[in-house]
């Protein structure tokens, strides 16, 4: 079961913006090697964070608009956003610790931003 969910600029506001729970963007594309080796840690913690928190990706070659909103360029660029605001970025391949440890301070305060490292 796929836990992962493709947003557009269509799905974007619904999906991310006004989700009720923080949520963690991938902006990815296909060919991209380093995307393609994230991808079974986020399907894991999305799993793990089910209910607590959300994990969406966002084709940057099929949603440029979205990308160039966020200032991505360069991918795999992972955000953090809470209550809709940026709480924390980052860009290139993160381990799996890193990622948990972020998401779980933003379930635990999301009144207190992070940054992932």
């Not at 909103?69 to 290139?92: E, K, W």
Request: proline share 6%; glycine share 8%; aromatic share 6%.
């Amino acid at each position: 079961m796929k836990t992962v969910t493709h947003v557009s600029q269509q799905t974007f506001r619904h999906e991310v913006l006004q989700s009720p729970v923080p949520v963690l963007v991938d902006f990815y594309a296909d060919w991209c090697g380093p995307c393609r080796m994230l991808a079974p840690t986020l399907e894991r913690l999305a799993t793990e964070f089910t209910g607590r928190a959300k994990i969406v990706k966002v084709n940057i070659d099929r949603e440029p608009g979205l990308a160039d909103q966020f200032q991505v360029s360069s991918i795999p660029t992972l955000v953090l956003l809470v209550d809709g605001r940026v709480a924390g970025r980052t860009t290139g391949l993160v381990g799996e610790a890193g990622l948990r440890q972020a998401l779980n301070q933003l379930v635990g305060s999301a009144a207190s931003p992070q940054y992932v490292r």
